[in-house]
């Protein structure tokens, strides 16, 4: 079953960083755009980044200038670096595959001020 799978969260403390992996279960995925999002507490999902089969990166004007979304295909991994963490960027962060409903399960970041 196709799939991908989130690590990297944790709990850091505001202007601290970390950084978010995607695994992806199956090579075929790096034709595919790939996404993150994430969902604050009590919210909906917000989508925050993806990265085209080109490398060319977007990026919600929330997370701009702090966010840095990359990816290795020969390792089947994406990553979100994230930078000067705040508590706003409280959520579960999840990946997702364009145009397809595949989702993984989520990381929790937590940032205290």
């Known amino acids: 079953q196709l799939k991908v799978v989130e690590s990297g969260g944790g709990s850091v403390q505001a202007g601290g960083s970390l950084r978010l992996s995607c695994l992806s279960s199956d090579t075929g995925f790096a034709t595919y755009t790939r996404e993150w999002y994430r969902q604050p507490p009590g919210r909906g999902r917000e989508w925050i980044a993806s990265?085209?089969?080109?490398?060319?990166?977007e990026y919600a004007e929330s997370v701009k200038g702090r966010f840095t979304i990359s990816k290795d295909d020969a390792k089947r991994m994406v990553y979100l670096q994230m930078d000067s963490l705040r508590p706003d960027d409280t959520a579960v962060y999840l990946c997702?595959?364009?145009?397809?409903?595949?989702w993984g399960r989520g990381t929790q970041v937590t940032v205290s001020s």
């Open positions: 990265i085209n089969r080109a490398d060319f990166a």
């Open positions: 997702h595959i364009y145009a397809t409903d595949i």
